[in-house]
C-alpha cells in the first residue's frame, strides 16, 4: 500500500533552534506540496516542486524557511531559527504527472516553545 | 485568484441520517477540478470524492456523492447513512489544471466540523 511518509510525527523544541521536517513521496510521484495547517490560516501552501524543481515558494517565508528535493525520494522543509508563530501541522502531499490526485502524508507537528 | 468558502464551521447529524455540507468557490479558470477531503482526530487527509469541472455528471463514491453547479459555482457534498465513523472535519478545495495534466496546488476552504452523533 503505497503512501506518502513524513518525520518526524510530532516535534518539541525551543525558539531559535532548527527544524528539519522530511518527506518521502510516493514512489513514481514527481510533484511534491508542503502545506502548513494553524487554526488561525487554514490549510495553505508553502512550496511545490515538480521533478525536483522549485516552481513555487511563494507562500513560504524566504528569511527562515527552505525546502529541497536532494533527491526523487526525499523532500525537506527547514526552519532556522524557529519561532513560536512556526506552531503548526506541516503536510507533505505528493502527486503525479497525469493524474489528479494529491496523496497527504500524516503531517509532522511541531511545536516552538 | 481563486477562493473557496465554507459557510458552515459545524454540523452535527444523527447516526444513520443523511448531511449535506456546502462549499462556493470563485474562479476565471474553466478547466479545474474540486475535491473534499475527510479529517479525522488522527489529523490525516483522506480524499473522500473528486470531480471534473468539465463534467456534467455529480461524482459518486459509495455513500458520498456532490451536488456540481458550474454556473452557480458551488460544490456540496452530501453524506448519506452518516455512520460514527464519518466524524470529522471536511475540506472543500479546489484546483486548476493544464494541459498535459500535472497536479497543481489546491486551494482549501476553511474546513467544516461535521458531529456525527449516536
Known amino acids: 500500500d503505497a503512501r506518502v511518509t513524513q518525520t518526524p510525527r510530532d516535534k518539541v523544541t525551543e525558539m531559535g533552534q532548527e527544524v528539519t521536517m522530511r518527506c518521502q513521496p510516493i514512489?513514481?510521484?514527481?510533484?511534491v506540496f508542503w502545506y502548513r495547517q494553524t487554526m488561525m490560516q487554514g490549510l495553505e501552501l508553502l512550496a511545490y516542486?515538480?521533478?525536483?524543481?522549485?516552481?513555487?515558494d511563494s507562500g513560504m517565508p524566504k528569511d527562515r524557511f527552505s525546502a529541497e528535493m536532494p533527491d526523487a525520494t526525499l523532500a525537506t522543509l527547514k526552519i532556522q531559527p524557529s519561532e513560536p508563530r512556526d506552531s503548526a501541522v506541516y503536510f507533505c502531499?505528493?502527486?503525479?504527472?497525469?493524474?489528479?490526485?494529491?496523496?497527504f502524508g500524516p503531517g509532522t507537528r511541531l511545536l516552538v516553545l | 485568484a481563486q477562493t473557496v468558502t465554507q459557510s458552515q464551521p459545524e454540523m452535527s447529524v444523527q447516526e444513520a441520517e443523511t448531511v449535506t455540507l456546502s462549499c462556493t468557490y470563485d474562479?476565471?479558470?474553466?478547466?479545474?477540478?474540486l475535491f473534499w477531503y475527510k479529517q479525522p482526530p488522527s489529523r490525516q487527509m483522506i480524499l473522500v470524492i473528486r470531480?471534473?469541472?468539465?463534467?456534467?455528471q455529480n461524482a459518486t463514491e459509495n455513500r458520498f456523492s456532490v451536488n456540481f453547479q458550474k454556473a452557480a459555482k458551488s460544490f456540496s457534498l452530501k453524506i448519506s447513512d452518516s455512520q460514527l465513523g464519518d466524524t470529522a472535519m471536511y475540506f472543500c478545495?479546489?484546483?486548476?489544471?493544464?494541459?498535459?495534466?500535472?497536479?497543481?496546488?489546491?486551494?482549501f476552504g476553511t474546513g467544516t466540523l461535521l458531529a456525527v452523533q449516536p
Open positions: 474562479t476565471s479558470e474553466n478547466n479545474y477540478y
Open positions: 502531499a505528493s502527486g503525479k504527472q497525469g493524474a489528479e490526485t494529491q496523496y
Open positions: 470531480q471534473e469541472a468539465y463534467k456534467q
Open positions: 516542486f515538480r521533478n525536483r524543481a522549485p516552481l513555487d
Open positions: 478545495a479546489f484546483m486548476r489544471t493544464n494541459y498535459g495534466g500535472a497536479t497543481n496546488k489546491l486551494i
Open positions: 514512489l513514481g510521484h514527481n510533484t
